[in-house]
């Protein structure tokens, strides 16, 4: 019996570790240059409940576009226009593929819910890349990120409102490490897994 249930609890640990852990902005194409001087980001869905464990930026932000710069801050928020996390990240954040990243306190994120993530930058005008599928460029985002929308408020570092009209389009920009949690049929089978130890047949 304890060996049985030894093995339910190693499952539901190796079906969480291995989820791992993914990037929502995997790469894009196509981009051209933009200026701003307010929070500029994007929008989005998520098709399944992730929890975020990282806020970053692209390091194009430090390297190519505003080389003087030494912080940006990046936020998310809730489409309420609740505050959820934020990061100052610096160029010597660690580095994964083609952003920085910072870690803040794990936030959990759930389907059929808009989220808003954007960067701001202290000293005024700044660049970002700017991708957008109206002239030619394309953003490829993780297979839980969906419904890519820019998003951009002017004036300090705040809520990045959504920009009608640009489906599949974003100012890159804030990006951030998450971590998928375990999905519904695997906590079920795991459930029932269990429940049939439980239900095992007594000793005589």
Request: aromatic fraction near 10%; proline fraction near 6%; charged fraction near 5%.
């Amino acid at each position: 019996m304890r060996y049985l249930l030894s093995i339910v609890m190693l499952a539901a640990a190796l079906t969480a570790r291995g989820q791992g852990t993914s990037q929502a902005i995997l790469g894009y194409t196509n981009a051209i240059s933009g200026v701003f001087n307010g929070t500029a980001g994007w929008t989005f869905q998520v098709t399944n409940a992730v929890t975020v464990t990282e806020l970053g930026c692209l390091a194009s932000f430090f390297f190519v576009h505003n080389t003087s710069a030494t912080q940006v801050r990046v936020g998310l928020w809730a489409s309420d226009e609740s505050l959820l996390a934020s990061s100052d990240i610096a160029p010597t954040n660690t580095l994964v593929d083609l952003s920085l990243y910072g870690s803040v306190n794990p936030v959990l994120l759930t389907p059929g819910q808009t989220y808003h993530i954007g960067a701001h930058y202290p000293g005024g005008l700044f660049g970002l890349d700017v991708v957008a599928p109206a002239v030619g460029g394309s953003v490829f985002p993780s297979s839980h990120i969906v419904s890519l929308t820019a998003a951009y408020s002017p004036g300090g570092f705040t809520w990045p409102a959504m920009e009608l009209g640009t489906l599949g389009a974003a100012y890159l920009g804030p990006n951030f490490r998450y971590i998928p949690e375990p999905s519904s049929f695997a906590i079920l089978g795991l459930g029932a897994l269990l429940l049939a130890v439980r239900r095992g047949p007594k000793p005589l």
